[in-house]
């Protein structure tokens, strides 16, 4: 069946899940039960999924079931469907058979990941099928790397308008945000540090700046990611690492490398948590990055990371309904203007009405699943970044409906 004449426009996948339930709801109140695209709840177990949609009140949403682990199963999913928009994590446990069977039926996809050793896996095996059967796989669609991806590409508009060209040299800083972690984050993070204690090659993926561009593409300007407190003159305050530029700051080169029309060549990108001004903020700097430190280290080791696990959210769990509504997020943005041009350099602000993690995250990977059902868009096919698959159609989407604002602030 040709990807048009399918069942259904999107299936939510892992909807009984923490977040997934977040997505349901999110499209439900957005966009209602037959509104102007078809969708269902997906996953693996009837009873729990009938819950949740008593819970949301939609006795007409479809069921679709099936099991994430279950090629069969996974193809007959893609089939029925022009979107998957999928929860089921870790994605590194779960996610390949599926990510397999949208690339081989030409169904666009986006989910939450972060795991960039994963992605890499899949790029490698799938990009080709993906290509010729004309399915958009977009992983990242989150917190991680949504507002880094597209506040990068934001940026690079605002620079094409007042430079005439893009900006060679983009920075983040993450000002704040508030929220808390949910049990399939942390099973996902635990993976990921199993997986690399294990694994000398993921070791080498995940310290790779350039790891998921494409083929051929892998060097570039950018050195290791920020390790240590540092003063930062451009964005005029004290830095810190952030726990996700890992991940971010790979998709945003991978966007650079794809849209290398709109990023220009010898593209930089670096992210860090802003930390303030003077002997306060060099003292937070330091506090910051030692208490990441210890944490990754003790993350990495197996007998430290076995003795914390229990004391961390389970699979299911995740932040109060007040936490989500009470929490936000803010990303300010630097960009160098053309040099020697004596133009002064961009600042841009990016902010989230909710929780990063589950409130806003929700409101983004839905967001994101519609886009990829309705917008024209121009992007080709393969495996994608948001900012390469999306763009600006996203961007309006992101303002208009999902409390996310972007704005140009020097
Ligand atoms: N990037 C971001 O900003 C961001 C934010 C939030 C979450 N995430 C990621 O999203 C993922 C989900 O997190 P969560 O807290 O929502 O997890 P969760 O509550 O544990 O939900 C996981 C979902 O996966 C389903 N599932 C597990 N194994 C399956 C299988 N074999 N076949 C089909 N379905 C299966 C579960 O079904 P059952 O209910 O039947 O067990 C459940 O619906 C994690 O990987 C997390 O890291 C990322």
Request: net charge negative; proline share 6%; with cysteine.
């Amino acid at each position: 069946m040709s990807a048009n004449e399918r069942e259904f426009d999107i299936v939510v996948w892992g909807a009984s899940g923490f977040t997934g339930q977040l997505v349901a709801e999110y499209l439900l109140g957005r966009y209602g039960v037959e509104g102007s695209f078809r969708w269902a709840l997906g996953g693996r177990n009837e009873l729990k999924l009938d819950a949740v949609r008593d819970r949301l009140g939609a006795a007409e949403l479809p069921l679709v079931l099936g099991d994430g682990t279950d090629e069969d199963s996974m193809r007959s999913l893609a089939e029925r469907t022009r979107v998957v928009c999928t929860t089921v994590g870790p994605y590194a446990t779960y996610g390949s058979p599926l990510i397999a069977a949208c690339a081989r039926a030409g169904t666009h996809y986006c989910d939450l990941t972060g795991e960039l050793h994963w992605i890499r896996r899949m790029l490698d095996a799938h990009q080709e099928t993906a290509r010729a059967s004309g399915a958009r796989i977009v992983p990242t669609c989150g917190f991680d790397s949504i507002p880094s991806d597209l506040g990068v590409y934001y940026v690079q508009g605002a620079a094409h308008e007042r430079y005439g060209a893009p900006s060679r040299h983009v920075k983040c800083g993450v000002a704040g945000f508030s929220g808390a972690m949910s049990g399939g984050t942390v099973a996902s993070m635990l993976h990921m540090m199993e997986a690399a204690e294990a694994d000398r090659e993921i070791r080498r993926i995940m310290a790779d700046p350039y790891a998921i561009n494409p083929e051929g593409e892998r060097e570039g300007p950018d050195g290791p990611d920020h390790s240590a407190p540092a003063y930062d003159a451009d964005l005029g305050q004290w830095t810190a690492p952030f726990v996700m530029a890992g991940i971010n700051t790979r998709v945003v080169r991978r966007s650079a490398a794809l849209r290398a029309d709109f990023y220009g060549p010898g593209f930089r990108y670096q992210e860090s948590m802003l930390t303030g001004t003077g002997a306060a903020g060099a003292l937070k700097a330091s506090g910051i990055t030692l208490g990441m430190n210890a944490g990754m280290a003790a993350m990495a080791l197996g007998p430290l990371r076995r003795a914390v696990t229990p004391r961390l959210p389970a699979p299911g769990e995740g932040p109060t309904r007040q936490q989500q509504e009470e929490g936000y997020w803010d990303l300010r943005f630097w960009a160098a203007p053309p040099a020697g041009s004596g133009a002064r350099p961009i600042q841009a602000r990016l902010r989230g009405d909710r929780d990063p993690g589950y409130g806003s995250t929700s409101k983004m990977l839905g967001e994101s699943a519609v886009c990829l059902a309705q917008d024209h868009l121009q992007s080709p096919a393969g495996f994608l970044t948001p900012a390469a698959a999306m763009g600006q159609t996203l961007i309006e989407r992101l303002q208009k409906n999902a409390g996310v604002s972007f704005e140009v602030t020097g």
